[in-house]
Every structure is written in structure tokens, then in C-alpha cells.
């Protein structure tokens, strides 16, 4: 795996565990927005090196740990998941939907795996 490869795989763990919203809450210049953690998320958007250590100052992470690989991340999934586009555009729609929209969808995508 690459940099990006990991840096993508750790923030989607990042934000799994801590949530999105505490993701933009780490950048000090308060730029950031929900539909930039998810391009990050998603494998798109600038995912520098300043990126990479807001993040790990402003979840008490050691400097470095969004570079690196840890034991508590499956990076074999993450790396099979290619259709990184559609899945940023999946996570923008869910942001926006109510709770009854979500709702409505997971029955949807629970009919269409029954098939």
C-alpha cells in the first residue's frame, strides 16, 4: 500500500471511531466541512502532510499515526474497495438524508440483496 492507500484506510477508522464531525472539528482554522472528511474518506481531496497532522493533533494521536499502518485496521478491505467515487458519493447523499430517507434506503438495500 501506498501513503494515500493508508492515510484513506486510518481516517475511514478514524472516522468510524470517532465520527465525521469530530474529524472537522481537528482543524484549528476551521476550513473544513463534513463533505471534505468525506472526499478524504472516499480517497479523494488533498490528503497532505498538514492534513495528516491536524488530524493526529486534534485527536491526541502521536505525530506520524495517520501515516503508518496499525494492527486494529483491516487494510486488506480497505484496499478492496475500489469504487472509491461512488462511495464518497453514497456517504455525501446519506449526510444530507433525514432518519425516515435512511430508513427507507436500508429497506431498499436489504430488498435488493434478497434477490
Same mark, same amino acid.
Given at each position: /500500500?501506498?501513503?494515500?492507500?493508508?492515510?484513506?484506510?486510518?481516517?475511514?477508522?478514524?472516522? =468510524?471511531?470517532?465520527?465525521?464531525?469530530?474529524?472537522? *472539528?481537528?482543524? *484549528?482554522?476551521?476550513?473544513?466541512?463534513?463533505?471534505?472528511?468525506?472526499?478524504?474518506?472516499?480517497? $479523494?481531496?488533498? $490528503?497532505?502532510?498538514?492534513?495528516?497532522?491536524?488530524? *493526529?493533533?486534534? +485527536?491526541?494521536?502521536?505525530?506520524? !499515526?495517520?501515516?503508518? /499502518?496499525?494492527?486494529?485496521?483491516?487494510?486488506?478491505?480497505?484496499?478492496?474497495?475500489?469504487? =472509491?467515487?461512488?462511495?464518497?458519493?453514497?456517504?455525501? +447523499? !446519506? =449526510?444530507? /438524508?433525514?432518519?425516515?430517507?435512511?430508513?427507507?434506503?436500508?429497506?431498499?438495500?436489504?430488498?435488493?440483496? *434478497?434477490?
Amino acid at each position: /500500500m501506498d501513503i494515500k492507500q493508508i492515510r484513506t484506510a486510518n481516517i475511514n477508522y478514524l472516522a =468510524d471511531k470517532h465520527g465525521r464531525e469530530r474529524i472537522v *472539528e481537528c482543524d *484549528e482554522r476551521n476550513k473544513w466541512t463534513i463533505n471534505y472528511v468525506n472526499q478524504l474518506c472516499g480517497g $479523494f481531496g488533498s $490528503f497532505g502532510m498538514s492534513t495528516a497532522r491536524r488530524i *493526529e493533533r486534534g +485527536l491526541g494521536l502521536d505525530y506520524g !499515526w495517520v501515516d503508518l /499502518m496499525h494492527p486494529s485496521i483491516n487494510y486488506e478491505s480497505s484496499a478492496l474497495l475500489t469504487d =472509491d467515487a461512488s462511495k464518497a458519493q453514497l456517504s455525501n +447523499l !446519506w =449526510d444530507r /438524508m433525514t432518519p425516515d430517507e435512511r430508513a427507507q434506503l436500508i429497506k431498499i438495500g436489504a430488498a435488493l440483496c *434478497e434477490r
